[in-house]
C-alpha cells in the first residue's frame, strides 16, 4: 500500500502561481510513477501531468504544457506541480496518483491521494 496526501492548494487570482506536493508514505517511492489529475464541477478527471519513477521522463496535456512542471524527490518522497500563469479553468480539485508505469490513463494508477482544491479567479 502506498498512501498520498496532497497540499498545497488554495484560492489564487488568475496570472498566479501555486505549488502542490503529494508526500508518499508507504511502500518504496521510487518504484512508482506518478501522476497529477484534476477534476473540475461537472466534468470527468483528467490527466493533468505525469513523471516517470527516476524523473526522466515527463508528459503534460496540452491545455498545461509550458505553465505547469511535474517534478519529484526520491529522497522526500514527494511529488510536486508548479503551476504558473494560472487560469480560471485550472479550478479544480487535484488529485496524485502512483502506478507502476509511466502512464497517462488513469486505470494504470492503483493509489490515489484525498485530493486538494485550487480555485482561480477572474
Known amino acids: 500500500q502506498v498512501q498520498l496526501v496532497e497540499s498545497g492548494g488554495g484560492l489564487v487570482q488568475a496570472g498566479g502561481s501555486l505549488r502542490l506536493s503529494c508526500a508518499a508514505s508507504g511502500r518504496t517511492f521510487s518504484r512508482y510513477a506518478m501522476g497529477w489529475f484534476r477534476q473540475a464541477p461537472g466534468k470527468e478527471r483528467e490527466l493533468v501531468a505525469v513523471i516517470s519513477r527516476t524523473g526522466g521522463t515527463t508528459y503534460y496535456a496540452e491545455s498545461v504544457k509550458g505553465r505547469f512542471t511535474i517534478s519529484r524527490d526520491n529522497a522526500k518522497d514527494t511529488v510536486y506541480l508548479q503551476m504558473n500563469s494560472l487560469k480560471p479553468e485550472d479550478t479544480a480539485v487535484y488529485y496524485c496518483?502512483?502506478?507502476?508505469?509511466?502512464?497517462?490513463?488513469?486505470?494504470?494508477?492503483?493509489?490515489w491521494g484525498q485530493g486538494t482544491q485550487v480555485t482561480v479567479s477572474s
Open positions: 496518483a502512483a502506478g507502476s508505469y509511466t502512464a497517462v490513463v488513469q486505470r494504470s494508477y492503483d493509489y
